[in-house]
């Protein structure tokens, strides 16, 4: 099992998870807001209110998958967020030892 990360426009979500849901077996994703700058220097900052809007809003994806799924997912990400311009974003893959899913139980506390 492996983790999937990606930091893309904000712009290109509602493509990438039109996207991720037609792929057969494709199971969800968490999306949270991200902020970031790349090693590329604009200008530099010269006071705190400049240093703290130095930073584009990017969007980050998280996805749990087999192993089996994990080179199309990336492909998918990588195909949609692509613009071709600097800062089109990332994706890495990581191990996962262990995930379980959290399901309401069918005990006599549920």
């Not at 099992?1 to 893309?8: Q, V």
């Not at 039109?18 to 991200?34: D, H, I, N, Y």
């Not at 990581?94 to 379980?100: G, L, P, T």
Request: with cysteine; glycine share 8%.
């Amino acid at each position: 099992m492996k983790e999937i990360r990606a930091i893309i426009r904000p712009q290109k979500l509602p493509r990438l998870r039109e996207a991720l849901r037609a792929l057969p077996g494709f199971p969800g994703m968490t999306v949270s807001k991200a902020f970031g700058c790349g090693s590329t220097v604009r200008h530099t900052p010269h006071n705190i209110k400049q240093e703290l809007v130095d930073f584009t809003e990017k969007v980050r994806v998280e996805i749990i998958a087999p192993d089996e799924m994990v080179d199309t997912l990336v492909e998918q990400i990588v195909q949609v967020a692509t613009t071709g311009q600097t800062g089109d974003g990332l994706v890495w893959v990581s191990d996962v030892q262990r995930a379980v899913f959290i399901r309401k139980t069918t005990g006599p506390d549920a």
